[in-house]
């Protein structure tokens, strides 16, 4: 029998696939043809089953899915470090919505994506989660790169910049969804702010819409003890009451943060189907509280991970919350077994995947996916002895260490460099903006 023409194989010392979990292929090869995964096997089969167009050997190297940032600004890139060291409200009311109300349009929104974009595929994200105005022009900066992109449809009471009224929020972020709703790269979900943000109707209709439209709706969610005190005060209720009551919990919701859980909120969550998005880092820059981690896993909630936006962490880097992720779970629950590395993978891939409801294109190295796949490299010293390359992966390894990334079989990091994107040129985009914003 003649071989089969690919156009990919990629051969790897190690293969870590997401699934199953914990799972390691060792001298394994991934067989890739138009944008998607056609086998993981043997190099040996490989060799005689494939004539690939082009052929990767990776003799350091661990093949990993394409990781999932779940919750994002990343316009606010620019704004990384604009305002440090500050409790959340602080940095809200008197930094950031100062800065956006001189400074947000089309331009900013741009410049400040392609810089996200960027940054995250060098650090082998390839598919992310967004929350900001002008979702179009995220949406154009992650198509241009190539990326996988969720982007939010945003909802507040209040006017901006990109709508005036949560009317015209709804109004034009149902145009956003209907004009990238057949996009190869480009999904869409409902992104409200917070509990505190959003008026009772407005969150009815949101309800409906996203039932008729079957799509995510991705919010900020008892993220600080401040917005539990003020939303008892204000409805007599804990916000995750309020959105049980408004139909709001339910698969589609992705419930970002989360420090603020009470343990009987969890049975809640897990019988609702909900998706919690962890975001560690963040948190614990903002003192915001602790995501019971732990505790979700054992009930079963399904729970990825974010970075939240680089102005409140200050990098879009994957690879940290994972090693945050893991290390914080362990110290909130008092047991060194909680979120073991596997697991901590698994939230940054296809947990993240369930919860946009993309797991069954993305998320984890299995036939029939699209190839959106990373090569970290485990062949410096500061990798040396690989003994457990989960191990390496979540707890020595760093995102300098990606060489290679591909989004649905297009490579668009080859050897550290962006293969889609003008470095010089948005680097130097962010640097004018670094000097408007000081003015």
């Given at each position: 029998?003649?071989?089969?023409?690919?156009?990919?194989?990629?051969?790897?010392?190690?293969?870590?696939?997401a699934?199953?979990?914990?799972?390691?292929?060792?001298d394994?090869?991934?067989?890739?043809?138009?944008?998607?995964?056609?086998?993981l096997l043997t190099?040996?089969?490989?060799?005689?089953?494939?004539?690939?167009?082009?052929?990767?050997?990776?003799?350091?190297?661990?093949?990993?899915?394409?990781l999932?940032n779940?919750?994002?600004?990343?316009?606010?890139?620019l704004l990384?470090?604009?305002?440090d060291?500050l409790?959340l409200?602080?940095w809200?009311?008197?930094?950031v919505?100062?800065?956006?109300a001189?400074?947000?349009?089309?331009?900013?929104?741009?410049d400040?994506?392609?810089?996200?974009?960027a940054e995250?595929l060098?650090?082998?994200?390839?598919?992310?989660?967004?929350?900001?105005?002008?979702?179009?022009?995220t949406?154009?900066?992650?198509i241009?790169?190539?990326?996988?992109?969720?982007?939010?449809?945003?909802?507040l009471?209040f006017?901006?910049a990109w709508?005036?009224?949560?009317?015209?929020?709804?109004?034009?972020?149902?145009e956003?969804?209907?004009?990238?709703?057949?996009?190869p790269?480009?999904?869409?979900?409902?992104a409200?702010?917070?509990?505190y943000?959003?008026?009772?109707?407005?969150?009815?209709?949101?309800a409906?819409?996203?039932?008729e439209?079957?799509?995510p709706?991705?919010?900020?969610v008892?993220?600080?003890?401040?917005?539990?005190k003020r939303?008892?005060?204000?409805?007599?209720?804990?916000p995750l009451?309020?959105?049980?009551?408004?139909?709001?919990?339910?698969?589609?919701?992705?419930?970002v943060?989360?420090?603020?859980?009470?343990?009987?909120?969890?049975p809640?969550?897990?019988?609702?189907?909900?998706?919690?998005?962890?975001?560690?880092e963040s948190?614990l820059?903002l003192?915001?509280?602790?995501?019971?981690?732990?505790?979700?896993?054992?009930?079963?909630?399904?729970?990825?991970?974010?970075?939240?936006?680089?102005?409140?962490?200050?990098?879009?880097d994957?690879?940290?919350?994972?090693?945050?992720?893991?290390?914080?779970?362990?110290?909130v629950?008092?047991?060194?077994?909680?979120?073991p590395?596997?697991?901590?993978?698994?939230?940054?891939?296809?947990n993240?995947?369930?919860?946009?409801?993309?797991d069954?294109?993305?998320?984890?190295?299995?036939?029939?996916?699209?190839?959106?796949?990373v090569?970290?490299d485990?062949?410096?010293?500061?990798?040396?002895p690989v003994h457990?390359?989960?191990?390496?992966?979540?707890?020595?390894?760093g995102?300098?260490?990606?060489?290679?990334v591909w989004?649905?079989?297009?490579?668009?990091v080859?050897s550290?460099?962006?293969t889609?994107?003008?470095?010089?040129?948005?680097?130097?985009?962010?640097?004018?903006?670094?000097?408007?914003?000081?003015?």
């Amino acid at each position: 029998m003649n071989p089969q023409s690919i156009d990919t194989l990629i051969e790897a010392r190690w293969i870590i696939p997401a699934e199953p979990t914990g799972l390691v292929y060792t001298d394994h090869a991934l067989a890739i043809d138009a944008g998607r995964i056609v086998a993981l096997l043997t190099q040996a089969e490989a060799t005689t089953r494939f004539a690939p167009r082009q052929r990767l050997a990776l003799a350091e190297h661990a093949l990993i899915p394409g990781l999932i940032n779940a919750h994002t600004h990343a316009a606010m890139t620019l704004l990384r470090g604009y305002a440090d060291d500050l409790p959340l409200m602080e940095w809200l009311r008197d930094h950031v919505w100062p800065a956006e109300a001189r400074h947000l349009g089309p331009d900013f929104v741009r410049d400040g994506s392609r810089l996200a974009v960027a940054e995250m595929l060098r650090g082998g994200v390839t598919c992310f989660n967004d929350m900001y105005f002008f979702p179009e022009e995220t949406a154009q900066a992650a198509i241009e790169a190539g990326m996988r992109a969720v982007i939010g449809l945003i909802l507040l009471e209040f006017p901006t910049a990109w709508a005036a009224s949560a009317e015209d929020y709804l109004r034009r972020g149902i145009e956003v969804h209907d004009r990238y709703r057949h996009h190869p790269l480009v999904r869409t979900a409902f992104a409200p702010h917070a509990p505190y943000t959003v008026a009772d109707e407005s969150f009815r209709r949101l309800a409906i819409y996203a039932g008729e439209l079957n799509i995510p709706v991705h919010m900020h969610v008892h993220e600080t003890a401040d917005e539990i005190k003020r939303s008892l005060a204000t409805s007599g209720e804990r916000p995750l009451q309020r959105l049980d009551r408004l139909g709001l919990l339910s698969s589609q919701l992705l419930a970002v943060h989360m420090t603020q859980i009470e343990a009987n909120e969890i049975p809640l969550l897990a019988a609702r189907g909900v998706h919690v998005v962890h975001c560690p880092e963040s948190n614990l820059k903002l003192a915001s509280g602790y995501c019971p981690i732990a505790a979700l896993q054992r009930a079963a909630v399904n729970t990825a991970l974010g970075t939240d936006g680089a102005a409140s962490n200050n990098d879009l880097d994957m690879f940290g919350e994972m090693r945050t992720a893991a290390l914080l779970a362990k110290a909130v629950a008092g047991d060194a077994t909680a979120l073991p590395a596997a697991a901590a993978l698994c939230m940054a891939t296809i947990n993240g995947a369930r919860a946009l409801g993309i797991d069954d294109v993305t998320g984890s190295l299995v036939p029939g996916k699209q190839a959106d796949v990373v090569a970290v490299d485990f062949g410096g010293i500061e990798s040396q002895p690989v003994h457990d390359p989960l191990s390496q992966l979540v707890y020595a390894s760093g995102r300098q260490q990606v060489r290679h990334v591909w989004v649905a079989g297009r490579q668009v990091v080859e050897s550290g460099r962006l293969t889609t994107l003008d470095g010089v040129e948005i680097t130097q985009a962010a640097r004018t903006w670094r000097d408007r914003l000081r003015h």
